[in-house]
T-cell receptor, first 112, second 115 residues
Framework: AQSVTQLGSHVSVSEGALVLLRCNYS??????LFWYVQYPNQGLQLLLK??????LVKGINGFEAEFKKSETSFHLTKPSAHMSDAAEYFC??????????FGTGTRLTVIP | DSGVTQTPKHLITATGQRVTLRCSPR?????VYWYQQSLDQGLQFLIQ???????AKGNILERFSAQQFPDLHSELNLSSLELGDSALYFC??????????????FGDGTRLSIL
């Protein structure tokens, strides 16, 4: 069965600093992995997806994630945090039944 | 705007009652997924419909049921409500039955509060 684990329920960074949100996956087959962002009182918005075409995936708002099979990781990064990046971020893996298994989420706080 | 519409945005009701949540998928999407987001359980998959047929079930309680209509909108019915059912309920849609690598697009959710 596929699953993901997000390390760190809360991450704080200073504005302009590197953002690193960690996600590790467990899957017996090549996984399809996603990062979603949830702003307060809103639904989930797709940031990026990994579908085996390239290990480094670029998404919206300057985010990117690198798929590392040897480490079973799919960490999300952004070189320079902006105040508008404050939100909750979810890593997800698509299961064999096509639904998404979500991690527990990481709340990102950006300090001015 | 994801193109997925959920109504109502907020719902307040009492224990033992029954409610219906509605979802209109993006134009052209055939698959509808329902998820529950709560503080203690996080985001959990409930059920999926594809073109009117149930395709997959997750952690959905027997008190909950769903259906997808010919016009592809979907309804999630929650009955005999308990305090623990208070949560944010999301609907998502995707294009085809074989949704491998196709992202799901989420609505803004319905916040259900049980008093």
């Amino acid at each position: 069965a596929q699953s993901v684990t997000q390390l760190g329920s809360h991450v704080s960074v200073s504005e302009g600093a590197l953002v690193l949100l960690r996600c590790n996956y467990s899957s017996s087959v090549p996984p399809y992995l996603f990062w979603y962002v949830q702003y307060p009182n809103q639904g989930l918005q797709l940031l990026l997806k990994y579908t085996s075409a390239a290990t480094l995936v670029k998404g919206i708002n300057g985010f990117e994630a690198e798929f590392k099979k040897s480490e079973t990781s799919f960490h999300l990064t952004k070189p320079s945090a902006h105040m508008s990046d404050a939100a909750e971020y979810f890593c997800a893996v698509q299961t064999g039944a096509n639904n998404l298994f979500f991690g527990t989420g990481t709340r990102l706080t950006v300090i001015p | 705007d994801s193109g997925v519409t959920q109504t109502p945005k907020h719902l307040i009701t009492a224990t033992g009652q029954r409610v219906t949540l509605r979802c209109s998928p993006r134009s052209g999407d055939l698959s509808v997924y329902w998820y529950q987001q709560s503080l203690d359980q996080g985001l959990q998959f409930l059920i999926q419909y594809y073109n009117g047929e149930e395709r997959a079930k997750g952690n959905i309680l027997e008190r909950f049921s769903a259906q997808q209509f010919p016009d592809l909108h979907s309804e999630l019915n929650l009955s005999s409500l308990e305090l623990g059912d208070s949560a944010l309920y999301f609907c998502a849609s995707a294009g085809s039955r074989f949704d491998y690598n196709q992202p799901q697009h989420f609505g803004d959710g319905t916040r259900l509060s049980i008093l």
